[in-house]
């Protein structure tokens, strides 16, 4: 499995983007748990959003939960993640990762056994 993950850039406080990841080796993802995560500058990578297998369960960390929406493509084997309301402190690297964790972990990076490349989100004031 190969990730691939674009669509970051700058923009304005209460600004929207959407970040795809995309599986570049041909291999679906439909049966993995696909996750967005994100790290700060100084700061540990953190869980944002995860999706369980194709139509299965959502979770968001408290800090973006109604602001940003993760879905999954299955016929184009991409994941998005819809941002909306951008703050300043959602600036930071984001990486889409896929992996096989049972629920309890879905918010453990360790859990994830791919992940791409990372794309850089700024939020300016």
């Known amino acids: 499995v190969q990730l691939q993950a674009s669509g970051g850039g700058l923009v304005q406080t209460g600004g929207s983007l959407r970040l795809s990841c995309a599986e570049a080796a041909q291999e679906s993802v439909s049966t993995y748990t696909m996750a967005w995560f994100r790290q700060a500058p100084g700061k540990e990578r953190e869980f944002v959003a995860s999706?369980?297998?194709?139509?299965?369960?959502?979770t968001y960390a408290d800090s973006v939960k109604g602001r940003f929406s993760i879905s999954r493509v299955p016929a184009l084997n991409t994941v998005y993640l819809q941002m909306n309301s951008l703050r300043p402190e959602d600036t930071a690297v984001y990486y889409c990762a896929a992996g096989r964790p049972v629920l309890s972990a879905t918010r453990n990076m360790n859990a994830y056994n791919y992940w791409g490349q990372g794309t850089l989100v700024t939020v300016s004031s």
């Open positions: 999706s369980r297998r194709s139509g299965g369960t959502t």
